[in-house]
């Protein structure tokens, strides 16, 4: 949501949607500073938060995705490839940058599920919530 004294200016954070994912079951949205932001979706279902990262061009070797501890880490390291090439280019839009986007995620994902697929330009990264657990009553007696 837009804070009332900057109103019209687009959150740092993603798309908005930040007030929403702190009650949703992200704790925090960490951005690191990079050369290329690659854009996230996020979506939730009735057993995960699926996050749809778009990176066209790539192949599923090509991204690195870490968890440590409770820091979600999707990256690409672009390396500079010297091809000979026939020809000479008269100009060259397709860039391929490097990106890295770290999310904290809180207790309700459960990390040891966590799984990737990459298709169609798409890495999406489905993080599972954990299975409700019931808190049981209890008296202590004092000894």
Do not use: C
Not at 32 to 59: C, D, M, R, W
Not at 60 to 77: A, C, G, M, Q
């Amino acid at each position: 949501m837009y804070n009332k004294r900057n109103l019209g200016v687009m959150p740092r954070t993603i798309g908005g949607l930040m007030e929403d994912l702190i009650s949703n079951g992200w704790s925090r949205i960490n951005e690191e500073v990079s050369s290329f932001n690659a854009p996230v979706n996020i979506q939730e279902t009735e057993t995960s938060y699926e996050l749809h990262l778009v990176a066209p061009g790539l192949k599923k070797e090509d991204f690195k995705i870490n968890l440590d501890r409770n820091v979600l880490t999707l990256s690409y390291d672009h390396k500079e490839e010297n091809k000979e090439q026939d020809g000479k280019w008269l100009r060259s839009e397709f860039n391929r940058n490097s990106f890295k986007r770290s999310f904290t995620l809180n207790e309700k994902i459960d990390g040891s599920k966590i799984n990737a697929k990459y298709a169609d330009g798409i890495l999406l990264v489905t993080l599972p919530k954990k299975e409700p657990t019931e808190h049981v009553a209890q008296e202590i007696t004092v000894n």
